[in-house]
């Protein structure tokens, strides 16, 4: 939900509020106007996955991104219309080229602890950013900085070695205050589970896989919210989550297509959305198994599955067949990709071509004496993804493959498995950034522990052009150089590019302020309001 911008992030679930060209269902718009009188209530969303690391520098999940984006600020952010507004920054000025960034801060901002926010916090963010030490998948977009300086408390000089286009989106990351993390390692400190921030939120509690708390900054910048607390509850289990709506115990959850076709008078309390999201799901190959490492066999797998079965059985038509890394509404998406045709018999001659055959007559395909078995992983709770791998199972049973299914608790499968390459396969997607630059997903050089090309992706070709792609400041020559990416992915499948979802979105009715724009729902979160006899929950004096 809401608020400030966050760099990719990894989903455990269904997307809720990020997306574009939202298509409210039904068009419901609220009656009342905020009085003084409505202040006050507290807003319940859930999640099947807990957060990991509160601190918007280590937050690589969906649970630890939206927490963070309750509590920090970047210098910028996208507005209703998704254009870069400021944040911190009140104001910045572009020099040189873009090989220069003046940022000027806004006056009179304080972490939640009362110390003044300065540009010095800025200053030591970056600095944390590039940090070797620090575990954060987000360094290389800081990497061609030359230097970050504070000549006084509220200016922020930033330069650059060679020209970067998503230069100014990435200072949309969240700063972090010096004053807290200064002594001792980021990694390990212990306000990656008490943040101090900035934002419109500040912590108050987090019980593991129960729930986190929030409550309204008074001191915000913008202004109070007008919601007095956010109560995020981990519910590891979408069906009971789902069930939680018939209580009216919950004000906010990301459904399901099946869900979401659930009978009306399910929903007689809630408003449902739906928009096209601005992410995709994948099966990713660890590159580095001897299986995948054929570009034949990945390119066989492609023709052996039909994309119609997962669009009409999984998404039940919400949703489409993906072609590459960039949604249908990003501007870096070439439309002349083509979606791949279901061949079962072509793949299985691509598999023979590249020395695959069933030598023992038992159905499964060998290969210097070693029968073609993996495994597939994703996380426990998402029942599309489940679906997805049953869907994929079946598809390549067809042509000789044997593929096992196995289903981790979130967290489990990020830092075990998924952060230290420890699979065959595995099914997840990316909610993305809306600068199409996906340079640390896919250049070589973050191949890493902990780092986003877990998949081990590797072609020289496509490197050279991500670096171009975030040199370039021509918006032509920025599209034709993504178009080329995007054939590119296309060809060497390092993913198989499964489908672009819709965020279908449902808000309790007593929620009033709730306004669609092409940045989704949540943008004006901080407006959202229960008018007072409306209104469920009274925050205790203590």
Not at 44 to 56: C, F, H, T, Y
Not at 226 to 233: A, C, F, P
Not at 381 to 408: P, W, Y
């Amino acid at each position: 939900m809401g608020r400030p911008f966050r760099p990719f992030v990894l989903l455990p679930f269904l997307l809720a509020a990020c997306g574009r060209d939202p298509i409210p269902e039904p068009a419901w718009q609220s009656a009342a106007t905020f009085q003084p009188g409505d202040l006050g209530d507290t807003f319940v969303e859930s999640s099947i996955g807990d957060a990991s690391r509160l601190n918007p520098l280590l937050a690589t999940d969906s649970a630890s991104g939206d927490i963070c984006g309750y509590v920090f600020n970047g210098l910028v952010k996208y507005d209703k219309d998704l254009r870069l507004v400021g944040d911190l920054a009140a104001s910045w000025e572009i020099r040189k080229g873009g090989l220069e960034i003046i940022f000027h801060l806004r006056p009179g901002v304080r972490w939640h602890d009362g110390v003044p926010f300065t540009a010095r916090d800025v200053v030591f963010t970056y600095r944390v950013l590039i940090d070797s030490n620090v575990a954060t998948p987000f360094g290389a977009d800081f990497a061609d900085v030359q230097s970050v300086e504070a000549p006084d408390d509220r200016t922020v000089r930033v330069r650059y070695a060679k020209p970067f286009a998503p230069a100014l989106e990435s200072w949309g990351m969240g700063m972090i205050p010096e004053h807290i993390f200064k002594d001792g390692p980021v990694n390990t400190n212990p306000a990656n589970r008490r943040p101090v921030g900035t934002g419109p939120y500040q912590f108050l509690e987090w019980k593991p896989d129960e729930k986190i708390v929030l409550e309204a900054n008074a001191d915000y910048f913008e202004g109070r919210p007008r919601l007095d607390r956010i109560v995020y509850r981990i519910i590891p289990d979408s069906s009971v989550e789902f069930l939680e709506l018939r209580n009216e115990s919950i004000d906010f959850m990301g459904l399901s297509p099946d869900q979401y076709g659930a009978y009306p008078e399910f929903f007689r309390h809630y408003n449902k959305f739906s928009y096209p999201s601005f992410s995709y799901t994948y099966l990713a190959f660890n590159l580095d198994h001897p299986f995948f490492a054929d570009r034949r066999v990945r390119q066989a797998l492609a023709q052996a599955v039909d994309r119609k079965d997962i669009i009409q059985g999984v998404l039940l038509g919400r949703g489409r067949s993906a072609t590459g890394p960039f949604p249908p509404s990003s501007w870096a998406f070439d439309p002349s990709v083509p979606e791949d045709v279901y061949d079962p018999e072509a793949a299985k001659a691509l598999l023979k071509s590249a020395g695959w055959a069933d030598a023992n007559g038992d159905g499964i395909l060998d290969k210097d004496g070693r029968p073609f078995e993996f495994t597939v992983l994703t996380n426990q709770g998402n029942k599309l993804r489940e679906l997805t791998a049953t869907i994929l199972q079946s598809h390549f049973a067809r042509v000789g493959i044997q593929m096992n299914i196995r289903i981790l608790e979130w967290s489990a499968f990020i830092h075990n498995y998924v952060d230290k390459r420890n699979f065959d396969a595995l099914i997840l997607a990316w909610n993305l950034s809306r600068d199409p630059d996906q340079y640390v997903i896919w250049h070589s050089s973050q191949r890493g522990p902990g780092k986003y090309n877990f998949a081990g992706y590797a072609n020289p070709a496509a490197d050279r052009l991500w670096e171009e792609g975030r040199q370039t400041f021509n918006p032509d020559r920025r599209r034709d150089i993504y178009h080329r990416l995007h054939r590119l992915l296309a060809q060497d499948r390092p993913y198989l590019f499964l489908y672009y979802p819709e965020s279908l979105p449902v808000v309790h009715r007593r929620i009033h302020g709730v306004q669609t724009a092409p940045a989704g729902i949540a943008w004006n979160f901080r407006e959202w309001f229960v008018p007072r006899a409306l209104q469920k929950y009274r925050v205790s004096a203590n």
